[in-house]
T-cell receptor, first 114, second 117 residues
């Protein structure tokens, strides 16, 4: 199994630009999670999906952030417009209820907003 | 409120000595409990989990964790630390666990383990 795949691995953009992060979960997993990690705030859950449906988006910082999961094998996290304070590492993870919720993380996308 | 606490920001251990990274939780029901490790510039990696049964759980890289229901703790342990164990360790809990899982995990803030030669 290839594991959770995220792209791009690094993204550098300027303030005000739109940023799209992508995630391919492990095949057969029915949960998908987006996290953000910073030195100041640690690991934060932004949103998670079950069977492509958003379950809890209470962690999404503000309306500039949006996430979609059009099918079981693909999800995007979009920031529009981006701001310097959005600079962080964004992780995607997936899991299956059949495996007691063990989450498997992707390698992350390091986002830098100048 | 449901929560996970890792009371130590950093744990320093000499190579070859035993190590303990502490975790306590506050959730309802019978939760699933997890430990993850994060090496620099990498994603979190699953180490071990407790679902039910034997309170001592063995995981990857020689790590083990002991579930203590009365103390609501799930401390991570290793008999002999290696320099390569130096990393960030996260405790996590699945609220509701067996029969009541909501699918998500609540993570602690992490403990940095530093093993010196």
């Amino acid at each position: 199994d290839a594991g959770v795949i995220q792209s791009p691995r690094h993204e550098v953009t300027e303030m005000g630009q739109e940023v799209t992060l992508r995630c391919k979960p492990i095949s057969g997993h029915d949960y998908l999670f987006w996290y953000r990690q910073t030195m100041m705030r640690g690991l934060e859950l932004l949103i998670y999906f079950n069977n492509n449906v958003p379950i809890d988006d209470s962690g999404m910082p503000e309306d500039r952030f949006s996430a979609k999961m059009p099918n079981a094998s693909f999800s995007t996290l979009k920031i529009q417009p981006s701001e310097p304070r959005d600079s962080a590492v964004y992780f995607c993870a997936s899991s299956s209820r059949g495996r007691a919720d063990t989450q498997y993380f992707g390698p992350g996308t390091r986002l830098t907003v100048l | 409120a449901q929560s996970v606490a890792q009371p130590e920001d950093q744990v320093n251990v000499a190579e070859g000595n035993p190590l303990t990274v502490k975790c306590t939780y506050s959730v309802s029901g019978n939760p699933y409990l997890f430990w993850y490790v994060q090496y620099p510039n990498r994603g979190l990696q699953f180490l071990l989990k407790y679902i039910t049964g034997d309170n001592l759980v063995k995981g990857s890289y020689g790590f083990e964790a002991e579930f203590n229901k009365s103390q609501t703790s799930f401390h991570l342990k290793k008999p002999s630390a290696l320099v390569s164990d130096s990393a960030l360790y996260f405790c996590a809990v699945s609220p509701g666990g067996y029969g009541g899982s909501q699918g998500n995990l609540i993570f602690g803030k992490g403990t940095k383990l530093s093993v010196k030669p």
